[in-house]
């Protein structure tokens, strides 16, 4: 999991990418990088370790040059989360030159590994999928190439190739020197990946007069692709469309825009995850608002509560801040009990759950939130989370709340217990590391310790997430065990549970 953004501007664009990311950070706080380039197709980038507003300085931002421009935060799913040489972006010299970002996970890396280097002769020199990402991208635009110049044909050819020859989650965006900007999403459309576009000249009218469905569509038009709708908002763009699973989206260096589908068979299965925790309440992704779907879950949830706890013996509902607030705001409403803010959250501390290593995750925890004694004494409290997946971060709050004088602590979490792998993107590789692995809901609840624990039912999320809308499947693999890419076998999570392991 992974933010990402790419634009391309009238201008320079150095310090809108800047913005987008501090928009992003929530994604990623491993490292950050941006590259940009000028006409003449000279790149410029600059990568650091950190957050955003760490990794970059004024004089960093001199040099990024140039009217078309990408940025990562990143968040470590392969290779190593203190590594500098695998921050984002990547970059290979042939064809042309490419940099590229990417915001997923590949399921078939050892494969891809071997090809690369007997097949394509290519080196790699890190462990990072993404590395092996943009090497095989610029091996099958090689192949394409039939000529001195580089055309969007030839550019969406070699991506249905990428489609072909990849397995897992992608969302990328790339720069090709001297001719453009290219996006493209995984046949499922996993991980996410958003268009939109501004006029040039803001007194000119965007709205229905673009033909982005139109191959060839140009004219005083600036584009960007990111990760979250927020970002388009947020620097004026106008949200024109979700990149449709398998869609590659070609933006020339005039802001000539032209778009190909290059899966033959793809199907929106969006990551369940971005709308219970990782994406910001205040986007939308797949035509799904993501504050909405979370209040939802909080109205299912609710009935759940009610069916296995005594609702009755209950005195305060309280959020964990702050993904799991709407949730936490419906079930006291629907169950008609008092609604109480009882701990407060350190805003300058990184979220937890995206934390390498456990021993930092369970010190932060204490550091990002305290219990207010008042709130919590002499109460019989309900605290609602948005997901539960180690159980460190939930076992110290539980604790918390019993220090500050809480009674008896039930705790609900409005996802289903995460029994399974999450291969897609997120950083919960281990079986054994997964507090519900193996375990019934009583036995969680006595390794939490809390009085009474509750799920979200399965079904219920899905429900919750996709009323409403226009899709009709979900990747919920970590709840229900269900991968829809393909090979991801018991072998392949043994190999990924020994690989992290060592």
């Not at 590594?83 to 590229?100: H, K, T």
């Not at 943009?134 to 580089?150: C, Y």
């Not at 007069?209 to 584009?223: C, D, L, P, R, T």
Request: hydrophobic share 40%; net charge negative.
């Amino acid at each position: 999991m992974c933010g990402i953004v790419g634009m391309v501007g009238q201008g320079p664009v150095n310090q809108e990418i800047y913005d987008a990311l501090l928009l992003l950070q929530h994604r990623g706080q491993d490292s950050t990088g941006i590259a940009t380039a000028e006409s003449n197709g000279i790149f410029h980038i600059s990568k650091a370790r950190g957050m955003v507003r760490e990794g970059f300085r004024t004089r960093d931002m001199r040099t990024l040059l140039g009217g078309i421009g990408l940025g990562h935060v990143r968040y470590a799913t392969k290779g190593t989360a203190s590594n500098e040489e695998e921050a984002q972006p990547f970059y290979v010299n042939a064809p042309y030159g490419i940099v590229l970002v990417h915001n997923g996970n590949l399921t078939n890396t050892r494969e891809l590994t071997d090809e690369l280097f007997h097949r394509d002769r290519r080196h790699l020199n890190t462990s990072s999928d993404t590395e092996l990402l943009v090497n095989i991208l610029g091996s099958e635009l090689q192949s394409e190439i039939g000529g001195p110049d580089l055309d969007p044909a030839q550019v969406f050819a070699a991506v249905t190739r990428v489609h072909e020859r990849v397995e897992g989650s992608y969302a990328a965006i790339a720069l090709i020197a001297g001719y453009g900007l290219l996006a493209f999403r995984d046949p499922f459309g996993i991980r996410p990946l958003i268009l939109g576009t501004r006029a040039a000249d803001p007194s000119a009218s965007v709205g229905e007069s673009i033909g982005v469905e139109a191959v060839g569509h140009s004219g005083g038009y600036e584009w960007v692709v990111a990760s979250e709708s927020l970002v388009l908002e947020n620097a004026g763009f106008e949200v024109v469309r979700d990149l449709l699973p398998g869609e590659a989206v070609f933006i020339t260096l005039d802001g000539t825009l032209h778009t190909q589908q290059c899966a033959p068979t793809p199907q929106l299965v969006p990551c369940s995850f971005e709308y219970v925790y990782l994406a910001r309440p205040d986007s939308v992704m797949n035509g799904i608002a993501v504050y909405e779907s979370r209040l939802r879950m909080g109205d299912r949830l609710a009935d759940t509560i009610a069916k296995y706890t005594p609702i009755e013996a209950i005195d305060v509902v309280m959020p964990i801040p702050d993904s799991s607030r709407p949730a936490a705001m419906q079930v006291a409403r629907k169950l008609g009990i008092e609604y109480r803010e009882g701990f407060y959250k350190n805003r300058y501390v990184g979220r937890t759950f995206i934390m390498p290593g456990q021993a930092v995750r369970k010190k932060s925890v204490r550091q990002k939130l305290n219990a207010m004694s008042s709130e919590f004494k002499g109460k019989n409290v309900l605290l609602i989370d948005d997901s539960i997946v180690r159980g460190t971060t939930s076992r110290e709050i539980i604790q918390m709340a019993r220090d500050a004088g809480a009674k008896t602590v039930t705790f609900a979490s409005a996802a289903p217990p995460v029994r399974y792998p999450h291969v897609y993107g997120i950083n919960m590789p281990s079986r054994e590391e997964l507090v519900a692995h193996n375990r019934t809901i009583p036995e969680i609840a006595e390794e939490l310790g809390c009085d009474y624990l509750v799920y979200q039912e399965v079904d219920d999320l899905k429900a919750a997430i996709l009323e409403g809308s226009d899709v009709t499947d979900l990747d919920m693999s970590c709840f229900d065990g269900r991968y829809i890419t393909g090979t991801v076998s018991a072998e392949y999570l043994a190999w990924v549970e020994g690989s992290q392991s060592s």
